[in-house]
Every structure is written in C-alpha cells, then in structure tokens.
C-alpha cells in the first residue's frame, strides 16, 4: 500500500512541479472574528482542526490562467487549502467544517481534510448572490471518500489521473476549478454507481444527477420499509412491506441501468 499524505497529494496532481507551496498557516481566530460562523460552527473549527494552511494560491500572476467575471460567478483565483483533522473528528463534524472554510474564503477553494495518512478532498462552486452581488453563495459541495492509497484502487487512480493539470481547462479560473469540482462529484457518485464517470456537458449531467437523487430516495425508502418490517408483528402487513420493497428494487434496477 502506498498511503498519501497531503502533499503527496499536491504532488501527484502536478501541483509541486509548477509552483511554490505557500503553506500560509490560517489562524482559526479569522474564521471567529470575521466569518459569519455561529457557536456550533466555532466549537467545529476549534475541537477538530489541528492546523489549516493555504498550501497553494492560484492567481494569473502564478499560472497561465485567466480570471473569469460575469454577473453570477466572480472567479480571480483559486485556493488549494490543507486542514489537518484532530483525533475523533466525525463525518458531521468535517460537513460543518466544509461549509464553514468554503463559505468563509473569498477564492473557490480546493479543501483538503488531512488525517493519519489518509485524505479527504471537498469542493464547492461559489456564486454571487442575486440579492447582494458583494457576498457569494455557496452551491453543492461534493466530496471524495477517503483516500489512503494512491495506486491502490481504480477509483482513486482514475480521479488523480482526471485532475492532473494537464487534464484541467486552462481557459479560466471558472473553467479549471468546474474540471477539479466535477472529477469530485463524479467520485462521489462512485458509491451510488460503481464506476468513475465524468460527464462536462451540462445537460446530461443535470440528467444523470437526477437519475442518481432518484436512486437515493429509492434507497431510503428501501431502509424505512426494513426498519418498518422489523417492528411490525402482524404477518400480513409484513409481506406487504415486503412487495413494497421488491417494487423498489425492480425501480432501482431499471434506473441504473439508464445510468
């Protein structure tokens, strides 16, 4: 097993190799004295990260990238952040974290969850907000699982091997960080269709998205239906919960095999 640190990360991606790491150390008390962050928010940050750096700052002065401007996005650059997670941090804790650091940052940021060898990279799209253009909104932030080997699955290969630099729409800022966010949905979606599939056309992704919420919602059904049929005690109702799920299961094959 080859285990991968944060940096190994940076590095396996192109990042090293074209330019200098900052590893700027964020103080935890910017987040308390100008994010708008309320006390569970705080208590995140506080008990469960050990340190947080911007690694890396992507800028037009650093990489052959141009900014992108338009009255929904404001893309100048794009922020490669390092969080080293504290022992016992939960997959609820680092949610509030990804909320909070995308959120509070004013560059689309690339965040990196770092802890005992493994890592975790989380990504979301900033828009401006339609009410006050000098705040942004943060959309859907996906996330990878954990990564602990670099070689060791193609899952992991095949996403590495997708946002290579190389790999990534130089074209602008808003382009390149869409490349790197889409390559993390799609490794999300992994656990719901087995494989790593990246779709860029916009209209197939929204169609495929809606495919794979369909499957979740089935998938949930699925779990209340079973939890139901272990408290029920009458015979009967148990076989018709029982039909229920079978339905369901015949749906959810049907949907995955338009995926």
Known sequence: MREI?????????????RLTAINKKLDKKMFYDFADINKKEKTAITKNIERMELTYLLTPITINIQTFINEEYHFEGIMFVTVSLKEGTTEKDIKVLEEV?????PHPVVL??????????????????????STVVLETIHRTDWIVDVRGEPV?????????LFNLNFSNFYE???????????????????????????????AHQSLIQQIHEIEQSITRFKTAIKKET??????????????????????KKQL
């Open 112 to 133: 990196t969850f770092s802890f005992q060898s493994k890592i975790l990279i989380s990504t979301g799209m900033k828009r401006l907000s339609k009410v006050n253009k």
């Open 5 to 17: 640190e944060a940096y190994e990360f940076y590095r396996e991606i192109g990042l090293e190799s």
């Open 156 to 164: 992991v290969s095949d996403f590495l091997q997708s946002i290579q």
């Open 234 to 255: 009458q015979f009967n109702k148990k076989v018709e919960l029982n039909v229920n799920i079978q339905q369901l299961i015949k749906k959810l094959d049907q949907i």
């Open 176 to 206: 390149f960080y869409k490349d790197i966010d889409m390559a993390v949905e799609a490794f999300e979606n992994t656990k719901t269709i087995g494989i790593f599939k990246v779709i860029k056309e916009d209209e197939q992704r929204e």
């Open 101 to 105: 650091i995308h959120g509070a940052l």
